[in-house]
């Protein structure tokens, strides 16, 4: 990452137009160090190399301190003249100016440089980027000393602290996420940082990772699929050695810094392909047994497409709403920012909220712990329950808030590159990002439909609806890294009235559906995912 950076220290006396010229003449990304900021090398690594698309500032959690961060960005800041309002972090003197925001970040020093207001230059920079509603991004300092004083021996002092530290242990800390579901934080992480440290012991890579839990995660497939008790209770423990492995690659890309849109797209894949495998299992392993349980396995991997599309979409579109700020004059002196009382959570609200919206972990727990107590029916029946008060809560959540928001669209080509259908352009509708989720339903509620009215063969139904859940999946992860999937992929693909045309053809001549699957399959599985690995290849060099 350091190769498109470069590093520009800043001094007492070092003007506003210094700055400017600096990121002016470059190309690169331009690292601003404040001479008299001291932090942990692994700490500035976060800066140096992390994958960076936005200005991103240096900064740590203080009440009441000079900078405040809301909504995932910097909205406030302050500088000898300005104030901020409810600081809650205190920006430590590095900032990494983003050249994705070039000309934005050009505009604002151009206007700025001349400044005569009293403060340190990288605070009215920061001041200056906060004020003109550029996203700035935070990257929090935890668990090491830091400090930004004028005083050398105070500066010296935290270098020792530093010194005494042990950097391997601190990469490995930052690498863990904090902010996962309850079970993946209290029970997951505490056995995937064990293994995290054998990888990096091993020099693996996170896509080696990656595989390593798809392999497990098939195995655990292979084990539900046979049936009996012993299998079902080995297939459960191999689904939870999977997606304790399955938190290693993220902790090793953090750890390694090995970052790519291929390892991203490659366990964000895996981890769909392993749960509907386990549906698949789970209702194959049943039907040794004469119970027929392809209607809900069907049912459940709907389901979750429809929740997982709407999570991401959701997400996504929020945040570009909370990023869209209204600028606020340089010189005016306060910021005028008024904190909206809110009851403080306890711990105990904040991780049963967690809880309550069903992440992975708590989902394959749920699938291991009730496969082994009841069997296969007992997964399928309390599954959707859970699932559905899930879905009730989050989505009363959502809806007030889409409520909330201006009646226009907003990151348009994120949604419409989803559909898979006809786009209206002219649509203004708010609740946009539930869309694709609605049209996977339908679509999805038509093979359910079959399975329920008709003699064909339900795991073909349930393999064919599989395979087309999966160009959905496709389709979204795409749209998320704003593009869209080829034409002619799109095309072979026959949209959805192309595909449901087909299919009743099929059905309507009697033909067998295997060759529809073969071709769906061989088509979304392998050619559209070696396409996808292809053009990352061709980007990168």
């Not at 003109?132 to 004083?149: H, M, Q, T």
């Not at 999805?444 to 139904?461: K, P």
């Not at 593009?483 to 309507?508: D, H, N, T, V, Y």
Request: hydrophobic content about 45%.
């Amino acid at each position: 990452m350091t190769g498109n950076l470069r590093t520009f220290d800043v001094h007492p006396d070092t003007k506003i137009a210094e700055i400017l010229l600096a990121f002016e003449s470059t190309n690169q990304d331009l690292l601003l160090v404040d001479e008299s900021s001291v932090v942990s090398q692994p700490h500035l690594e976060l800066l140096t190399d992390y994958p960076r698309t936005v200005t991103t500032a240096l900064v740590a959690k203080l009440k009441g301190g000079s900078t405040r961060v809301s909504q995932g960005r910097i909205t406030g800041a302050s500088s000898g003249f300005h104030e901020v309002g409810y600081g809650n972090r205190t920006f430590l003197g590095i900032v990494r100016l983003s050249q994705f925001q070039r000309s934005e970040i050009l505009d604002v020093l151009s206007k700025v440089k001349d400044t005569h207001h009293a403060g340190h230059a990288l605070d009215l920079v920061l001041v200056a980027l906060v004020r003109a509603a550029l996203v700035v991004a935070p990257a929090e300092v935890a668990g090491a000393p830091y400090i930004r004083s004028a005083n050398p021996s105070e500066r010296e002092t935290v270098r020792k602290e530093i010194a005494a530290l042990n950097d391997a242990r601190l990469r490995l800390k930052l690498a863990n996420r904090t902010n996962d579901g309850f079970f993946s934080v209290f029970f997951l992480r505490k056995f995937s940082k064990l293994f995290t440290w054998l990888a990096v012991r091993l020099k693996m890579t996170p896509n080696q990772v990656t595989l390593i839990s798809f392999a497990v995660g098939l195995v655990s497939a292979y084990e539900f699929s046979r049936g009996d008790f012993w299998s079902i209770f080995t297939g459960a423990v191999l689904l939870q050695l999977s997606i304790i492995i399955d938190c290693v690659d993220g902790e090793l890309a953090r750890y390694t810094r090995q970052f790519s849109q291929l390892g991203a797209w490659l366990d964000a894949i895996t981890d769909r392909i392993k749960e509907y495998l386990v549906f698949f299992a789970l209702a194959y392993g049943a039907a040794k047994d004469g119970r027929d349980l392809w209607i809900p396995a069907m049912g459940m991997m709907l389901f979750q497409t429809f929740r997982h599309l709407s999570d991401y979409n959701f997400a996504r579109i929020n945040k570009i709403r909370s990023s869209q700020l209204a600028p606020l004059d340089f010189d005016i002196k306060s910021d005028g920012f008024v904190s909206v009382e809110r009851e403080k959570k306890t711990r105990f609200e904040y991780w049963s909220k967690k809880a309550v919206q069903f992440p992975i972990g708590e989902r394959w727990l749920v699938i291991s712990a009730s496969s082994v107590i009841g069997g296969a029916a007992f997964t399928f029946t309390i599954m959707p329950i859970l699932a559905l008060i899930s879905i009730a809560l989050v989505f009363r959540g959502r809806i007030r808030k889409t409520l909330t928001w201006p009646k226009e669209r907003v990151n348009k080509n994120l949604i419409d590159d989803q559909l898979d259908t006809f786009r209206d352009k002219k649509s203004n509708n708010r609740f946009d990002w539930v869309e694709p989720s609605i049209l996977r339903l339908v679509e999805g509620a038509v093979f359910i439909a079959l399975a329920v009215l008709s003699d064909l063969d339900r795991s073909v139904l349930f393999l064919l609806l599989f395979a087309i859940l999966f160009n959905h999946y496709d389709n979204m992860y795409r749209a998320l890294q704003s593009e869209s999937k080829p034409r002619w992929l799109s095309i072979a693909g026959g949209f959805i009235a192309g595909r449901l045309l087909i299919l009743a053809a099929m059905i309507w001549a009697g033909f067998s559906l295997l060759p529809l699957l073969y071709y769906l399959g061989i088509l979304f599985f392998i050619v559209s995912s070696v396409q996808w690995i292809a053009s990352r290849k061709t980007e990168a060099q």
